[in-house]
């Protein structure tokens, strides 16, 4: 399988720009969204059905996140998070293209439908990831039920509208630069 230089590129700014924002976004209401993760599903989108960049950008996308990471000990559980969350949501998102009704909509509504679902369960997928392995590796400050409530629920709102927004802007952005993979 032959790699796209193009494509290459874009996911290297893409998550570039991801750990950049992650390093310097203020907290929302105490919960700062993974601007990594959002440009990890961004990527998943652009790149329909290619696991091998997919996979690439989910590797890397884990090791940004655990050199950013303010939690105590989550280098390891970051880019486990990554790895377990990039597997399972690009299997996710291959059976969601498969649904009948969804693939005989236009590619915009398809991408549309496919951020919400993506940002929404790929964000429940990698706080759960990362909340269980950081718990089995380094222990966790509190309770795992209390800290998703907290922690998980509230991100998984934030990272949909903020993916939301910064998908449309890169959608936006490709086509207006004429941007063909």
């Known amino acids: 399988m032959k790699m796209n230089t193009k494509k290459l590129v874009l996911n290297a700014v893409l998550l570039g720009i991801g750990l950049v924002l992650h390093q310097i976004e203020p907290a929302i209401f105490g919960i700062k969204p993974d601007m990594t993760l959002i440009m990890l599903f961004t990527i998943f989108i652009i790149n329909k059905g290619d696991y091998k960049s997919c996979l690439i950008a989910g590797v890397v996308a884990g090791i940004f996140s655990g050199m950013t990471t303010t939690f105590p000990g989550g280098q390891i559980p970051n880019v486990l998070d990554k790895l377990i969350t990039t597997n399972i949501t690009y299997v996710i998102m291959m059976l969601i293209y498969k649904v009948p009704f969804i693939s005989k909509l236009q ?75």
């Open 107 to 181: 590619e915009k509504t398809q991408d549309l439908i496919l951020s919400c679902l993506i940002l929404s369960l790929g964000t429940v997928i990698s706080g759960f990831t990362f909340l269980t392995s950081a718990q089995i590796l380094v222990g966790l400050p509190g309770d795992f039920s209390m800290l998703f409530m907290a922690v998980v629920v509230p991100a998984v709102i934030i990272n949909l509208f903020v993916g939301l927004l910064v998908f449309k802007f890169i959608h936006v952005t490709m086509r207006r630069v004429s941007f063909q993979s």
